[in-house]
């Protein structure tokens, strides 16, 4: 994609609030450097992930119209290449993706092969209360990795999409995508998550069934996000929405591949009102790590499966935080990214911070106003221990 190679900005990072001057030494550089990369005007909301060859994989979205219904698009950097590829549209019926709140941005997962599903919400007509239909949408990358196979529906009876779904995969062709939605409920505190998996790949996917053992609702306006480890468990994260006031964020985790999920509650949070938030799952070489926002601060914590307990739980450092993100780096350092002061209809700065093994911060950074409205961040890790923000 040739329009956005001039748009990567190279930040070293010094010291825990200072940044030198932009610099393209940061490529390649010790560990607990940031690379900086700004997608072109208009492009929003970007996804990243890195696949068993080093390419990294990323989707971001374009409005079409006032009423944030647009296109996706993809690209990708494979090592040792200085620019990213052409982009491909993702969603094959044009103008049909949804962007409005950040917290229906589309998510992307590597599977088997190195295949990329992704999912987003997809608008249909306007219905009755004036507003296109949200269903969940969903592609994969052909096996000749040149375009994106034709978008599926994978709602059959689930119905009542709102805030935006997940997926995740795995190296054995599992591939799961989760949502929640109101089916026959009358409001939030009755919403569930719902689960459908593949076992080929994405070539064909099971009737969804309810996540959530417990009758805990769901925050209708909340993201959520899925994730499978190397053991092949697969971990869901969501905003409960029990009697309309209990918006807990709540961690689902399934060791028999969706059949059945355990429950358990990481942080309360008593609010009468959606908070619009985001998660984010990754795996280091610590464990499983999770990303939360409560109360306008965004949480961190390494999750063990066999009890469902939750380690080193710290809020990142600052105020009015939102839409966090976090990725792994081999050497064991982990990076955060989240965004600062964004809120409905308002932009706001981007800001990070890098860890070390035990949670302890290494380095952080700031970068005011780099956010766009309804944008956020995503990142991922290069193999000399170094990270690369995409805004």
Not at 67 to 73: A, C, F, S, V
């Amino acid at each position: 994609m040739r329009n956005l190679y001039p748009f990567v900005c190279l930040v070293a990072l010094l010291g825990v609030t200072g940044l030198a001057r932009p610099s393209h030494a940061a490529v390649g550089a010790t560990p607990g450097r940031v690379a900086l990369w700004h997608l072109p005007q208009g492009a929003i909301q970007p996804q990243a992930a890195v696949d068993s060859q080093g390419i990294v994989h990323l989707l971001y979205y374009k409005s079409g119209s006032s009423e944030g219904i647009g296109n996706l698009y993809y690209t990708r950097l494979a090592p040792g290449q200085a620019r990213p590829s052409d982009p491909l549209r993702i969603n094959s019926q044009e103008n049909t993706a949804g962007s409005i709140g950040t917290v229906r941005a589309a998510q992307m997962a590597i599977g088997k092969g190195d295949r990329v599903h992704i999912v987003w919400n997809g608008l249909g007509p306007k219905g009755t209360n004036g507003y296109p239909t949200a269903y969940q949408a969903y592609t994969r990358l052909n096996e000749a990795g040149t375009a994106f196979e034709p978008q599926r529906n994978l709602i059959t009876w689930a119905k009542g999409l709102d805030g935006g779904g997940s997926v995740a995969a795995d190296k054995e062709g599992n591939v799961y995508v989760a949502w929640h939605a109101l089916a026959n409920a009358k409001d939030e505190s009755g919403r569930a998550v719902f689960v459908t998996h593949s076992s080929d790949n994405g070539a064909t996917f099971a009737k969804e069934k309810q996540a959530n053992p417990n009758p805990t609702g769901a925050c209708a306006c909340c993201g959520m996000r899925a994730f499978v480890d190397g053991k092949g468990v697969l971990y869901i994260l969501y905003r409960a929405a029990t009697n309309n006031v209990n918006r807990d964020t709540m961690l689902l985790i399934s060791s028999d591949k969706g059949r059945t999920f355990a429950e358990k509650t990481l942080q309360r949070w008593n609010i009468n009102a959606c908070p619009m938030s985001t998660y984010s799952l990754t795996e280091s070489n610590t464990g499983v790590l999770a990303t939360w926002e409560t109360r306008d601060r965004v949480y961190y914590g390494a999750i063990n499966p066999a009890d469902l307990t939750l380690s080193g739980m710290l809020p990142a450092v600052g105020a009015n935080q939102k839409h966090p993100f976090v990725t792994a780096a081999a050497n064991g350092q982990t990076l955060l990214v989240w965004t600062e002061g964004t809120g409905w209809q308002r932009g706001g700065s981007l800001a990070w911070q890098i860890m070390d093994k035990d949670g302890s911060v290494l380095t952080s950074g700031k970068k005011a106003d780099a956010i766009p409205i309804w944008g956020l961040a995503t990142a991922y890790a290069k193999p000399d221990g170094s990270f690369v923000v995409v805004y």
